[in-house]
């Protein structure tokens, strides 16, 4: 049997959206076992973390104690950092399902990273302003205004910093950048800034209860914007629109696309794999609508458990995978969440990161309901609106 380790937020804040991820990864595993890819039985050995140091812990632990070669991993850009610069430091596979901060695999041997970065996020944010939402209002970059919102970590700091230099690069005046600390911070104060400035666009880079928060009060400040985009962790999560209600509607995110793209963007063979997963997701107790860290957590598991460990040549070692793991090139459209599988090679700045993995935005249309709209190979609707 090889024993895989798997490192999580189970509980705490961060829970659900740890708990669907690994059942992403769980799925995958499922599916790989029903065709016959593996020819071993594989176990996944998970170690639920909360904090930066806990992860680092549980690496230590599953690679010292349980001698594992592959480490899952994290949700969390905090705790990513934290647990793949240990995996790396003990020459471990890390292989992050969902976490998106740059600085993860920037320089690191060992950590491959499936899903598109924070940075990438941050552009997606701001071409979909420029290419979609600037023509529908009549305004050219040059003319157009934004305030950039973001939590002072690993994770907003990735993504803000991507969004204020395409804004840079493509004219638009970004009034201010409000940073604050995850633990402490003032949602009216930031309101009040936004508030402010009267800038036409907010770019939002937070977690879901501050998210939730910041987001209330602006609505509350009765400032006008011509659109909000929310990015990844907050307004993209399904809790945002259940919570939210009708305060979410005709925001925008951009984030790793869900189960809710266009078939179009999906190769046969991709669409039929879908099924397949939403069929082993919902086995696991998780409902057959897999959300955005779900199939984030399935294209992770597939591409390990399809895509590098069948190729392994005798016993499985970090060294091994890493090789064999570097030769991956599927085209895009032929992983169910509409991209493809080819890591950046060793010797560059970002080796180990996946240059295929899309990213997409969606809004909120009416309460509880998320459509993709762009880019449009993988749209199902078209945006609604365009000011509050």
Same mark, same amino acid.
């Given at each position: 049997?090889?024993?895989?380790?798997?490192?999580?937020?189970?509980?705490?804040?961060?829970?659900?959206?740890?708990?669907?991820?690994?059942?992403?990864?769980?799925?995958?595993?499922?599916?790989?076992?029903?065709?016959?890819?593996?020819?071993?039985?594989?176990?996944?050995?998970?170690? =639920?973390?909360?904090?930066?140091?806990?992860?680092?812990? +549980?690496?230590?632990?599953?690679?010292?104690?349980?001698?594992?070669?592959?480490?899952?991993?994290?949700?969390?850009?905090?705790?990513?950092?934290?647990?793949?610069?240990?995996?790396?430091?003990?020459?471990?596979?890390?292989?992050?399902?969902?976490? $998106?901060?740059?600085?993860?695999?920037?320089?690191?041997?060992?950590?491959?990273?499936?899903?598109?970065?924070?940075?990438?996020?941050?552009?997606?944010?701001?071409?979909?302003?420029?290419?979609?939402?600037?023509?529908?209002?009549?305004?050219?970059?040059?003319? +157009?205004? +934004?305030?950039?919102?973001?939590?002072?970590? $690993?994770?907003?700091?990735?993504?803000?910093?991507?969004?204020?230099?395409?804004?840079?690069?493509?004219?638009?005046?970004?009034?201010?950048?409000?940073?604050?600390?995850?633990?402490?911070?003032?949602?009216?104060?930031?309101?009040?800034?936004?508030?402010?400035?009267?800038?036409?666009?907010?770019?939002?880079? =937070?977690?879901?209860?501050?998210?939730?928060?910041?987001?209330?009060?602006?609505?509350? &400040?009765?400032?006008?914007?011509?659109?909000?985009?929310?990015?990844?962790?907050?307004?993209?999560?399904?809790q945002f629109g259940q919570q939210m209600g009708q305060l979410a509607v005709g925001t925008y995110a951009a984030d790793h696309p869900s189960d809710e793209i266009s078939p179009d963007a999906l190769t046969p063979a991709a669409r039929t794999l879908l099924g397949e997963a939403k069929d082993a997701y919902a086995a696991l107790g998780y409902g057959h609508q897999m959300q955005i860290v779900g199939v984030a957590g399935f294209v992770a598991g597939w591409t390990l458990f399809h895509g590098v460990l069948p190729h392994v040549q005798g016993t499985v070692t970090p060294d091994r995978v890493r090789t064999v793991a570097y030769r991956i090139n599927e085209p895009v459209g032929s992983s169910i969440n509409g991209g493809g599988v080819?890591?950046?090679?060793?010797?560059? &700045?970002?080796?180990?990161?996946?240059?295929?993995?899309?990213?997409?935005?969606?809004?909120?249309?009416?309460?509880?309901?998320?459509?993709? $709209?762009?880019?449009?190979?993988?749209?199902?609707?078209?945006?609604?609106?365009?000011?509050?």
């Open positions: 049997m090889l024993t895989l380790g798997a490192v999580y937020p189970l509980a705490g804040a961060q829970g659900s959206g740890g708990r669907q991820e690994l059942a992403g990864v769980r799925a995958a595993l499922r599916v790989a076992e029903q065709e016959g890819l593996l020819d071993q039985r594989v176990r996944l050995l998970v170690r =639920s973390v909360q904090t930066p140091e806990q992860a680092r812990q +549980a690496v230590d632990g599953l690679i010292h104690q349980d001698h594992v070669p592959v480490i899952f991993g994290t949700y969390g850009s905090t705790l990513s950092y934290a647990a793949a610069l240990e995996a790396n430091r003990l020459h471990t596979i890390y292989w992050e399902s969902g976490a $998106v901060a740059d600085l993860i695999t920037q320089r690191r041997e060992y950590v491959f990273r499936t899903v598109a970065t924070g940075m990438t996020l941050g552009d997606s944010a701001v071409n979909f302003t420029d290419q979609v939402l600037l023509p529908r209002a009549g305004l050219k970059a040059s003319q +157009a205004t +934004a305030v950039i919102v973001n939590v002072d970590d $690993v994770y907003g700091r990735s993504v803000a910093d991507g969004e204020q230099a395409l804004a840079a690069r493509l004219g638009i005046h970004v009034l201010q950048r409000i940073q604050y600390p995850a633990q402490s911070y003032d949602p009216s104060v930031i309101a009040q800034e936004v508030a402010a400035d009267h800038p036409d666009y907010l770019w939002d880079v =937070s977690y879901l209860s501050d998210g939730e928060a910041i987001w209330k009060a602006i609505k509350a &400040s009765g400032v006008t914007l011509r659109a909000a985009i929310g990015t990844s962790s907050a307004f993209c999560l399904p080819r890591f950046a090679q060793p010797g560059s &700045s970002d080796a180990g990161q996946n240059l295929r993995a899309p990213s997409i935005v969606g809004q909120w249309q009416a309460v509880d309901v998320w459509r993709t $709209v762009w880019p449009m190979s993988y749209a199902t609707a078209e945006p609604q609106g365009n000011s509050w």
